[in-house]
């Protein structure tokens, strides 16, 4: 039985440490920036070696390592938006890739090797943590810095909260599944399912989704962005009328994390030295802000416009290219593989299968769409 075990987990873990090796020769052959390159290049070598330990355990067990497959889907779709968009865009998926390589070796902790190898994923925990300190805290002081640093432990627990690429998928899903319902019920309704009256629909409804969201992310940010910025500006008035009490609160958060009194009083002597620094400690650590990313309200604004027009255009292509009744066909088929492709990109920020994700995207927005032509046909226009 633990033969069998041993067996499943080293091909398992085989197959994970290629990718690996795909995905992070890949960054490195992307990055400009020395530090980052030379981190990816740290990575991709442990990987060879935890690879090596795989296929030694395989020859061991009696069994030929296989020859290595093409990467993963997931894999070899991070590796091609890092192409078009850069390393840095990606970095919420590459660490929910290692967090899910967390997950599998997590299901095989009784096989030796796994706990050698846990060993060095957890120093990948720390080269991210660090090219994560380093961005936020390029240019500024070694107090700042240590501040940041306390905010980058093991970064793929945290990536699943933001990021541009979550923002564009979760933008596009809106603007395909409401303007697919849309064209989809006009289509329904019209006898012919005439395009011109399609056409009509879709680009109504894809100026007022994409200005809607636009909006409505704009007064959301805004409003949010004034909140911390108001939050913000109380601690600062605090630390300027009450020094001394502000330092003392920065002592008690350090003793809170192990640091003995006189060392406490120390650090919080010398951030308080930099009224800017101490005003970022206070922030980070009482209201759990990060005073760097509150976010712009025209770019939020702007990005939820364009990803939303993206995906309200999918299902409306077909009925300014074609005639009606063959329109009608291609934009079911065009969209149903847009909501497919949409639901398997979600893939690459949750660790689900990208086979899951895509089937589940495409049930949810074939049932909006079928519901809605449904209505549309019950209904009836004259046009």
């Known amino acids: 039985m633990q033969e069998i075990k041993d067996r499943a987990a080293s091909l398992a873990g085989l197959a994970l440490e290629r990718d690996a090796i795909y995905l992070y020769d890949r960054l490195a052959a992307l990055e400009k920036d020395p ?29 030929h390592p296989p020859v290595a497959a093409r990467p993963s889907w997931r894999v070899r779709q991070i590796a091609i938006l890092a192409r078009l968009f ?30 050698e190898i846990a060993k060095d994923e957890a120093k990948h ?21 240590a501040v940041a640093e306390t ?27 409401s303007n697919a319902a849309l064209v989809f019920g006009i289509a329904g309704a019209t006898s012919t399912g005439q395009g011109s009256f399609v056409v009509l629909a879709g680009v109504a409804g894809l100026l007022a ?43 008690a958060i350090y003793r809170g994390r192990g640091f003995g009194e006189a060392e406490a009083a120390s650090i919080a002597k010398q951030l308080m030295s930099d009224p800017k620094v101490a005003l970022e400690t206070k922030v980070r650590e009482e209201l759990g802000l990060d005073p760097e ?62 086979l899951y994700s895509g089937a589940r995207q495409l049930g949810i927005g074939a049932a909006a769409a079928a519901i809605t032509y449904l209505v549309g046909s019950l209904i009836g226009v004259n046009v």
Do not use: C, N
């Open 209 to 251: 989704g994409a200005f809607s969201m636009a909006a409505g992310e704009y007064v959301s940010m805004r409003s949010q962005t004034e909140l911390l910025e108001r939050q913000i500006e109380l601690e600062r008035a605090e630390l300027e009328a009450m020094p001394e009490e502000e330092e003392k609160e920065i002592a």
């Open 125 to 145: 925990a720390e080269i991210w943590r660090d090219l994560d300190v380093a961005h936020k805290t390029q240019g500024v002081g070694a107090y700042r810095a």
């Open 293 to 354: 990313e509150l976010g712009s309200p025209w770019g939020a604004s702007i990005g939820s416009f364009f990803s939303f027009a993206v995906g309200a255009f999918i299902p409306l292509l077909p009925f300014i290219l074609l005639s009606s009744g063959t329109a009608l066909l291609m934009s079911i088929v065009l969209t149903s593989l847009a909501l497919f492709g949409v639901g398997a990109a979600v893939s690459l920020l949750t660790g689900r299968s990208a």
């Open 151 to 177: 905010q980058a432990r093991e970064p793929w627990h945290r990536s699943g909260g933001g990021g541009t690429l979550r923002a564009s998928i979760f933008g596009v899903s809106d603007g395909l599944v």
């Open 35 to 63: 530090q980052r390159r030379a981190a990816f290049e740290s990575i991709a070598a442990s990987e060879r070696r935890h690879a090596a330990i795989w296929e030694a355990k395989l020859i061991s067990l009696g069994e």
């Open 86 to 115: 850069g390393t840095r865009a990606v970095s919420d998926a590459v660490k929910a890739l290692e967090g899910f390589e967390e997950e599998v070796y997590g299901a095989h902790s009784d096989v030796a090797e796994v706990h």
